[in-house]
Each structure stands twice: as C-alpha cells, then as structure tokens.
C-alpha cells in the first residue's frame, strides 16, 4: 500500500506558478529586465542631456542680448557725436538711448532671476561701467556741434572705455562659467 501513494504521489502534475520554472528561464528574465532598465536609463539621460543643452541655449542668447544692450549703451557717444542737428535725429538718438537703458533695466531684471548670483551681480557691475564711462562722453558730444560733412564723422581716436572693457571681461568670464556644466567645470579643478 505504501508503494501505491508513492506512485500515485510522482504521477500527479505540478500546478505552482513557478513549478517548471528553472534557471534557463530565470536569466532571460533577468536579461529583459536589465535591457529594459538600461533603456530606461539611457532615455532618461538623453532628455535630461537635451533639457540641459535646451537651457544653456536660451541662456546664452539672453546673456550675449544682455551684452548686446550694454554695447549699444556704449556706441551712444558716437551716435550722438554723428548727429546732424535735426529735431527728428534728436528724437531718435533719445527713443534709442531710453530703449537702451529701459534693456538695461531688463536684463539685469532676467540675470538676477535666471542666472548664478555672481554672473548678475558681474553684469551689473558692467552696466554701471558703461554709464559712468558713456554718460559723460555723451554729455560732451551732445555739446559739440553736429556734424555737417563727411570729413568730420571720424574722430580720430575712440572714447575711453577702459572701465567698461574691465568690467566685461569679468562678465564674459562669469557668463562662461554659468554656461559650462558643472560636472566640467568639477573635472577641470580636478584636472588642474
């Protein structure tokens, strides 16, 4: 009787859910499991890299617009001095120098919002140079006469500008900074 269960026992079929499951079929599972996490991971990656190339994009214009209204401030002298009397160019150079510094206003607006502490404080510091070394300068040209002949458009040697070229060094290195990724930035001090 005792070997009528036991065959009875080995005759019966398994039911489990991992009964005929072996090794064989455990790796392949593993394997699709870690190709579907490396999937994962490289697409995460991949819009993490995009979003980031994205955002320093759109950095880098608003740094070189805010840069860009900074260097119109400084052409003012010139503009002025180029000027050839009429109401109406004085209207304009005004509108343009108003818009000029209503940019100013904008950008260091944008770069305290958008940008690291020092970039914004380092363009700060250059619009300030700007001023004080355009502001007197157009002072003088708007004291001059205008300009009637063409002999008279070249002045011979440039406006002093050595505050500002400082000043935007100083910005152009903190803007650079800002736009390099950390992780580069981390791996050039560990280089040097």
């Known amino acids: 009787m005792i070997a009528q269960v036991v065959v009875v026992a080995a005759a019966k079929p398994k039911s489990g859910l991992f009964e005929n499951f072996g090794w064989g079929e455990g790796t392949t599972l593993i394997g699709a499991g870690l190709a579907a996490a490396a999937t994962i991971l490289v697409a995460v ?3 993490a890299a995009n979003q980031a190339a994205a955002r320093r994009e759109r950095r880098s214009a608003a740094f070189a617009e805010a840069l860009r209204s900074v260097e119109d401030y400084l052409e003012g002298p010139y503009r002025i001095r180029r000027r050839d009397g009429s109401a109406q160019q004085r209207a304009e150079i005004t509108s343009h120098l108003s818009d ?3 940019r100013h206003n904008y950008y260091c607006g944008l770069l305290r919002l958008h940008a690291p502490a020092r970039t914004a404080q380092a363009f700060e510091e250059f619009v ?5 070394d355009a502001g007197p300068q157009m002072t003088s040209a708007w004291r001059a006469k205008p300009t009637k002949r063409d002999r008279e458009v070249p002045l011979g040697r440039g406006y002093d500008r050595s505050r500002s070229d400082k000043a935007k060094k100083t910005v152009l290195y903190e803007m ?3 736009l390099t ?4 930035r981390w791996f050039a001090h560990i280089k040097d």
Do not use: D, E, I, M
């Open 45 to 47: 990656w991949t819009y």
């Open 100 to 102: 000029v510094k209503s």
């Open 128 to 132: 300030t140079a700007a001023v004080k």
């Open 176 to 178: 650079h900074r800002a």
């Open 181 to 184: 990724p950390r992780w580069r």
